[in-house]
Each structure stands twice: as structure tokens, then as C-alpha cells.
């Protein structure tokens, strides 16, 4: 019978293709597919900040996957300091006296708590096993702008839907299942969770005929990268619960399965709670079923649309081209991969890391981790856990220019438990004052070093980076109070610890940061061998700097003048740069010209201060042209590897203005960069590619960093005709740009208060008078038309 369903699927998918064909041309917000999804990473995501789910679409044998962010092994109770300042001055000697390897080795033996790698965790598993044959007319889509998931397909003559989405409004993942057969249709619901390395961790109970129940534990019982295993056998609680409401028809549990027979029509709810939000979790979760009783299907869908379209109705984009919208998302990919052009491509994937992180990322949640929400693991690439050498930072780039800044708030309230756990660590370990932390980070905001190898994990600037964030927030929301109650206190935390941190060279008197590191990169050592520690780093110094930079700019903008701040603008004068330009032309990545065994590493981060930071600028070209060299020289030995790592170089090349740079790569991330269901490939799945991908295509519209606006910096030829609305500049300024035979043509600016700004575009500049509330039309010659 299997066989005979899915050679009948494979008949009808191939005449399914030209059915839809003209049913979706024009829709240029939906993925569509005319199969199911092959695997997990051809699934289709759904979202709702806190909850999610990955749908296949199979109309023989559905699996919807469920996830919930806060499903992690552990507490907060394991681990703090290990090293002590002893240590610390010990590899510090070593550095200095060139012993390098044994520095390395040293720096891990010491500080590294290596066998902690915890990882975050699937919910488990829906399955809906469908009792109906002779499948035709199947198509699968997302539709971005209302997000929900929808399967359609006609069995036995009869259509069949099934639509999926996770309700923030409301908090609940729903899945409706209808069909036009007079005779309903019959099919058995199942959930289950994967057993961790041989321990069920849960239980799965009907206690009720329409309902089940699946209760567990989230534990560990091996490492994600570490040699010996690890055992922990407690964790976040949790209990997830589905009913169902069917119209017609009969529903009868049976052995922990729900069996629907004759049904036209089910809704099933579930519902999730844990004990990282709720003490009394199981309560919680009939609160939320108590409060849908007073909802029906309809009315929670128009309330999930709304909740979401307040977010994702604020930002459109049109490249002027969506004549493939007849093609189904596959076949697109696939002449993309063949060298053609997709603008409306393109689009999709702008507006996809926007669908992405409003799904993953909603105030109250836990923030965006590697693979936002979406995990079918128990152990999961990489622990789907907190990187803070660029992955978890890349995950919230598109936040302020996207125009979906609130979305930031679950990474300030991580980084702000961070902090607290980091001044404990700062403190007993390396006996400075502040706060600090290291390169990866969980649910639980452990701040400590965990590192196998001092290459990967001994950096200290992962705090110092997510600092940035609180900056840059203020910058394009103006909330001074964000900026004393938050921002200020998180910012005078990190330079804390970076002014004990810094050592005085004899050499010449400036400020270095040792031991440093350049993110999971190496050097030759003078023996030839590679080697991590090294005297100060471009990144390291750069990450000082603007930690420095910002806290006194801050201090200014709320009139504090301290002590404090004046000690930390002498240690900024005194400061060694972190740009200086080797032989070659490039900019060092080390305190001093090595070679490097990975000379095409996918780690750029020398150019932390081109972007994200903004200390390189076209003001100064002989620093914009080594940036470019940099970069060059990365790509022709190799780099650019994994998904996020090409769209770090779009935006590079956004910030060099370049154009024609950025499209290739643009290009190039679509040819290699991503799965059928458009999500990033590292390989495996990573979702921070998505996100850097959005983030790069509005800064090649529009950029702020530099205190005015720059318009249309880096517009690629074959982006001839388009326009976009809603982008976000720092300053608070929205703005609409649109343009022809790749000229602007009309530019609007939108502020929340008076103010004056410089606009650029091009050669042309000007100055313009904002007025809250109001907005400002300019022509293409920088002239204002609305007066």
C-alpha cells in the first residue's frame, strides 16, 4: 500500500507543478513546493518566538516536529570560576617570552571547563498518520506574510488542507486538518520524543479521549565535542499537551494514540509550558487551554495574523521583477544554481530572515540560538546553543535596520544574566572588577571559558561584543531610558573588566590585551607549528575600543563624568590600534605579520572595526582599500565556506560600497548557501546565514553608521527598478527609497522627533529639517517636494 501511495504522489507531483502554476504567480510572499518534504531540512518553519515547529507536508505520514526554546539540560547552578589570576599571570609570561604552544595548552588546562557542552533540545514529534488514497493536486507552502504553513493536496477525489501555524497572541502551535469528503477522512495522531542515548525521558499519556499528554525532563548523557561523555540527569521540565476539537466524526484514544474516524474537520491545539518560565508549569498550561476555549479557529487565526503583521507588514521590498512567482521555490533555487538571475529570489530571502527572527525572537522569549528555534535533536550541531564569536550577534543584525528592533530584547535579557554570572567570574578567576565572557554561552548564562582547544573558545570578547548591541540599540531607538537603565550599566561593566584586563608594553608604552585570540583562527609560530595566544589582536583591540568609545559616549549623553570615565579615556588614548596594515597591504589579524595555515579561514575577524563596527570608512582610503585586500585575499584561498561567513562579505562589501561585489556574493549564497526550504546551510543548518543574509541586503540600501544617511550605497546594476519602505536608520528615522534605471527617484524620510540630517547619496548631499511625525519626500536631486 506504501509503495502504491507514494508512486501515485510521484505521478501526481509531476502534474501538479503546471496546475499551480498560474494560482501562484503574483504571490511573491509564499514558498511553494509540489513535494513533501525529503527531509528535516526541506521542512517548513513555524514560529512564535517561543514555540515552534519544522512541517513536512507528507499527506501519507505527517511529521510535525515541535520545538520550545527553553528545552536545555542542567541549571544555573553548575560552575562558575576555575582559573585563578595566578594562572593568568603565568600564561601571560609565556606569551611574552614566545612560548606559545605551551601558553595554548596551559590556557586550557586551566580555565577550560571542557566537559560542559550542553545542548539545546527537540520537543519531540507529531505524527499524523493519514488513512486516505489516491493523492493528486499536492502543493506545500509558507506563506510569509501571514506565517502559516499550509498542505493541499485532493484524496480519493477530495480536497484535503492542513494548515499550521504557532500563535504568539495566544500561545499555542495549531493545526487544522479539513476535507471536502462527505465522509470525513480517518487518521491517528502519535507524539513521541527521541530517547536521550538510550534514556526515555518521557511520557506520553491520553487522559482524555481527545488529548494527549507528553511530560518529561530535558538531561544529557553524552558531549557534543568533548572525548568523555557527560552525564546530567536534570534539567528543565516540561510538559506539552494536545487537543482536539473535530467537527463530525469520532475521536478515541487508544494506547496513547488519539484515532479520528469520518472527521470533516479537526482542530488540534497544543500547548507547551516549562519550568524555566513557570514554576507550576502544568498549571500554566491550563490556564492557556482554559483561555482558548473562548476562541474559535477563525478568530485565533485573524488574532495570530495581526499579532504577526505588526512586525512584518513594517518593512517591504520590490526589486521590480516577479515573473518566476508561476515557478515553484525549488525550481527557482535551481536556476539560480545554474547562473540566472531571481531578483524576486532575492526578495524572498530579505523578507525570510525577517519572517525568521520574528518567529524565534519575541519579547519575554529566550533569544535566537544557532538554529533560531528550529532543533529535531538531542544533541544538536554545535548545541544549537549561544556563540559570541559572531553567530549569535550575526542572529540580530537585521533587528535595527529590518525594523523589528523589540525583537532584540530576549538578547538583553540573557546578556544581562550574563553579566551578572561574568562579574562572579571576573572577579575569582581573573581578579579584576567588571564583567566578562568568554566565546559560547547556554540557556543558563554561563560565562565561563569552554574550550578543548585555546584556538577555539579561550577569547574573553563575547560579552564585549553583545555590548554593541545595547550601543546600537540606543543609536536607532534614541530611548534614553533604555540607554541609563540598561545599556549604560551593561556597557560600564565590560569596560571594567577591559581596563583591569589591559597590560602596559614596555616596548613603547601603549595598552595591550594579553593573552588574546583571533576567533577559531591560528598563526605560524616562529617553529612553524600553529599557534592561538598571541600579544593583542585586531579584533581584540577593536572590541576595546568600542566598548571605550561607547560607555564614554554614553556617560556624555546622560551627563556622568566620573572617575571612572576619565580613567578609561586616558587608557583609550593609550590604547595600541587595533588597524594597523602588514607589508602586503592587509590588516594585521595578530599583534605582529604571520603566516597562517588557514589562509581562507571563514573567520574575518580583523574587519570587526569595517563591520559590524564603523571605525573603517570610506573617510579614510588607505584603511577602506587594505579592508578590501583583507577580504580578497580570504576568498582567493578559499573563504567563505559556510553560509554565514558569505553573508558577513555582503555586508563587507556593502560597507565598501561595492556593488558589484556584494550581488556575486549574493549570488553565491543562494547557489551554495541554502536548502530547499530556504534556510541557511553552514552545512549543516545554521540559521545566523539567514539573518546576515536580510541584515546585508538593507545595508546595501541604506546605511546610518557613519551619523548620516547614506542612500543607495551599494545598488547592484541588475537591481535596475525597485523600491523598498520601512527600513529603519539609526536616529529613529524610517525611510522609503525608490528608484529607476538604477537612479533614485523618490526618497522619504520619516522621524519621531525634530531633527536636522545629512542625507548622501551618490555626490549629492544635503541637510534636512525633520519634523516629528511627518514625512519629508525628496526627488532625486535631494529636493524637497512636499513643501
Known amino acids: 500500500m506504501k509503495n502504491s501511495i507514494k508512486l501515485l504522489l510521484v505521478l501526481a507531483f509531476l502534474i501538479s507543478s503546471e496546475n499551480y502554476a498560474q494560482q501562484e504567480a503574483g504571490n511573491k510572499n509564499i514558498l511553494w513546493y509540489t513535494t513533501p518534504a525529503e527531509n528535516w531540512d526541506h521542512a517548513l518553519p513555524v514560529g512564535n518566538g517561543r514555540m515552534g515547529a519544522m512541517v513536512f507536508g507528507d499527506p501519507e505520514s505527517e511529521r510535525i516536529q515541535l520545538n520550545e526554546d527553553s528545552l536545555w539540560p542542567g541549571g544555573p547552578d553548575w560552575g562558575n570560576s576555575k582559573g ?214 477563525k478568530e485565533l487565526l485573524e488574532r495570530h495574523i495581526a499579532d504577526y503583521q505588526q512586525f512584518y507588514n513594517r518593512t517591504s521590498l520590490n526589486l521590480g521583477d516577479d515573473h518566476l512567482d508561476s515557478l515553484t521555490t525549488t525550481t527557482r533555487l535551481e536556476r539560480v544554481k545554474e547562473g540566472q538571475q531571481d531578483l524576486g529570489l532575492v526578495e524572498k530571502l530579505f523578507q525570510y530572515g525577517r519572517y525568521l527572527l520574528i518567529s524565534s525572537s519575541r519579547p519575554g522569549t529566550n533569544p535566537a540560538n544557532l538554529q533560531g528555534l528550529w532543533n529535531e535533536h538531542i544533541q544538536a550541531p554545535w548545541n544549537a546553543d549561544y556563540h559570541l564569536n559572531i553567530n549569535l550577534q550575526m542572529n540580530y543584525w537585521p533587528a535595527g535596520p529590518a525594523n523589528l528592533i523589540e525583537l532584540q530584547e530576549p538578547l538583553f535579557d540573557l546578556t544581562d544574566r550574563l553579566i551578572e554570572r561574568g562579574k562572579i567570574l571576573a572577579r575569582e578567576q581573573y581578579g579584576m572588577s567588571g ?82 585570540t583571533s576567533p577559531e583562527n591560528r598563526y605560524l609560530a616562529p617553529d612553524g607549528e600553529p599557534a592561538a595566544l598571541s600579544r593583542g589582536t585586531a579584533m581584540g583591540h577593536q572590541i576595546i575600543a568600542e566598548v571605550f568609545d561607547n560607555t564614554i559616549a554614553s556617560a556624555e549623553i546622560l551627563g556622568k563624568s566620573d572617575e571612572f570615565t576619565q580613567k578609561i579615556k586616558a587608557q583609550r588614548a593609550q590604547l595600541r590600534t587595533g588597524i594597523q596594515i602588514g607589508n602586503d597591504g592587509r590588516i594585521l589579524e595578530w599583534d605582529r605579520e604571520y603566516e597562517e595555515p588557514e589562509k581562507g579561514h571563514r573567520h574575518i575577524s580583523h574587519l570587526y572595526a569595517l563591520h559590524p563596527g564603523d571605525d573603517i570608512t570610506v573617510e579614510d582610503p588607505e584603511l577602506f582599500e587594505a579592508a578590501r585586500k583583507t577580504i580578497e585575499h580570504r576568498l582567493e584561498h578559499g573563504g567563505a565556506g559556510p553560509g554565514w561567513s ?108 525634530n531633527k536636522t540630517i545629512r542625507v548622501v547619496y551618490g555626490e549629492q548631499e544635503t541637510e534636512v529639517a525633520l519634523v516629528a511625525g511627518k514625512s519629508i519626500i525628496l526627488n532625486k536631486k535631494l529636493k524637497i517636494k512636499n513643501r
Open 646 to 753: 558569505r553573508a558577513w562579505i555582503i555586508n563587507f562589501y556593502a560597507r565598501l560600497l561595492d556593488a558589484e561585489a556584494a550581488q556575486k556574493h549574493i549570488n553565491l549564497f543562494m547557489q551554495r548557501s541554502i536548502y530547499p526550504n530556504l534556510l541557511d546551510i553552514h552545512p549543516p543548518f545554521q540559521i545566523d546565514g539567514n539573518f546576515g543574509f536580510t541584515a546585508g541586503i538593507a545595508e546595501m540600501l541604506l546605511q546610518s553608521h557613519e551619523g548620516f544617511l547614506r542612500i543607495l550605497p551599494a545598488l547592484p546594476v541588475e537591481w535596475a527598478k525597485g523600491n523598498v519602505s520601512g527600513l529603519k536608520a539609526r536616529g529613529n528615522i524610517e525611510v522609503g527609497i525608490s528608484w529607476k534605471q538604477g537612479l533614485l527617484e523618490e526618497l522619504s524620510l520619516t522621524s519621531e522627533t
Open 84 to 297: 585563578t589570576p595566578e594562572d593568568l599571570a603565568e600564561i601571560r609570561k609565556l606569551v611574552e617570552a614566545g612560548q606559545f604552544h605551551l601558553a595554548d595548552s596551559l590556557i586550557v588546562e586551566r580555565f577550560s571547563y571542557k566537559g560542559v557542552a550542553r545542548s539545546h533540545q527537540t520537543m519531540g514529534d507529531l505524527f499524523i498518520e493519514y488513512q486516505h488514497e489516491n493523492i493528486k493536486d499536492y502543493k506545500r507552502s509558507l506563506d510569509l506574510e501571514n506565517a502559516v504553513a499550509s498542505t493541499t493536496y485532493t484524496a480519493d477525489g477530495y480536497s484535503v488542507t492542513q494548515d499550521v501555524f504557532s500563535s504568539a497572541e495566544d500561545d499555542v502551535l495549531i493545526v487544522k486538518i479539513k476535507t471536502e469528503n462527505p465522509d470525513g477522512i480517518a487518521f491517528k495522531l502519535t507524539m513521541s520524543r527521541p530517547e536521550d542515548n538510550g534514556h526515555q525521558t518521557v511520557e506520553v499519556t491520553s487522559p482524555q479521549d481527545n488529548m494527549l499528554n507528553m511530560r518529561g525532563m530535558v538531561t544529557q548523557y553524552a558531549g557534543a565535542r568533548d572525548s568523555e561523555p557527560v552525564e546530567i540527569d536534570y534539567g528543565v521540565k516540561f510538559e506539552a499537551i494536545l487537543k482536539a476539537e473535530i467537527e463530525k466524526g469520532t475521536v478515541e484514544a487508544k494506547n496513547n494514540t488519539l484515532q479520528f474516524k469520518n472527521v470533516k474537520e479537526a482542530v488540534l491545539y497544543i500547548v507547551a509550558s516549562t519550568s524555566f518560565y513557570h514554576e507550576d508549569f502544568a498549571a500554566n498550561n491550563q490556564k492557556t487551554l482554559e483561555k482558548l476555549q473562548n476562541k474559535n479557529y
Open 435 to 516: 564583567t566578562v565572557a568568554h566565546q559560547t554561552t547556554d540557556l543558563w548564562a554561563a560565562p565561563w571559558m569552554q574550550a578543548e582547544t585555546a584556538y577555539w573558545g579561550s577569547w574573553i570578547h563575547g560579552g564585549g561584543w553583545l555590548a554593541q548591541h545595547y550601543w546600537e540599540h540606543y543609536r536607532f531607538t534614541q530611548d534614553t531610558t533604555f540607554l541609563k537603565e540598561r545599556a549604560y550599566p551593561a556597557l560600564k561593566a565590560y569596560a571594567e573588566f577591559y581596563s583591569d584586563w589591559l597590560t602596559e608594553d614596555p616596548r613603547d608604552g601603549t595598552l595591550i590585551s594579553t593573552p588574546e
